[in-house]
């Protein structure tokens, strides 16, 4: 009875894998790319343009756009804690890629050690309120704008310690948090106390983290492509193929994916088309200002 057992457990997770966990586990991304690397395309401040784009705030030319001769593409798998099966496949595969750790679940803190004792490097997947909550949850940890100063420093100190190695946070969810310019200061205030950057995942095209950062000096860097919004394995790939045939059109890129098997199987699939172009996969903090 044990062995029927545990193979009906082995079985059922194994198809578990295979799936979406978007329902079951990770909470709903906020933002869809809807033609990633499309020609002549202007959406989201990235890669896509084939001419330099201005920030509205600063007047300051985007980095990710100006061509040169090195492409650097920096991965990060977000929602990282569910699971230490994922980790292991993501570890498997030779690149540096950054691993963002949403804080209080099972596996978060060996996620982050087992990620950190590879080499990889380690971020907080930070959460916060997303505008149609509570219909999207974005789990433990959350700031809220109801929140007061202190509430969100005490909440973020303890979402910082909860999880071991980081070098930096990017925000989990957020589209109402991170369009409070007030709330956001104070964020990213504690993070450039304790020494972290930001990765702003422009869940909001009304993001007020990149503006932030650079009033107060926090090194950062905002998201390009949502690599796996329809959890597709030919749709990663095709998004990963056509970043590497415009590699003339751009220097460096910064891609958010998810632990989906697909999207895993697209990442191993790619690489060998970026070493052919020379694209070099680094980690996230090679790619901060």
Known sequence: MFVLFAAVVFTGYSLY???CIESAQAPHREVSVKKVVAKNSTEHESAKSREPVKHKNTGQVDRKTIPGTENRVAIVIDDMGYDLLILDEILQIVAPITISVLPHLSYSVLVAERANKAGREVILHL???PH???EKCPG?????????????????EENIMDIPYISGANNHMGSKFMEDEEKVEIVLDQLKK?????LDSLTTKNSKGIQVARKIGLRHVGRDIFLDNNCDFE?????????????NEWNTIVIIGHPHESTIQAIKKALPIFRNRKIRIVPLSDLIQ
């Open 17 to 19: 894998r295979w799936v």
């Open 127 to 129: 959460p916060m309120e």
């Open 132 to 134: 149609d909550y509570p």
């Open 140 to 156: 433990s940890g959350a700031l809220f704008l109801q929140m007061n100063r202190g509430e969100i420093v005490d909440q973020l």
């Open 194 to 198: 304790k020494g972290l950057f930001f």
């Open 235 to 247: 749709e990663t790939l095709d998004i990963l193929n056509r970043i590497a045939e415009k590699h």
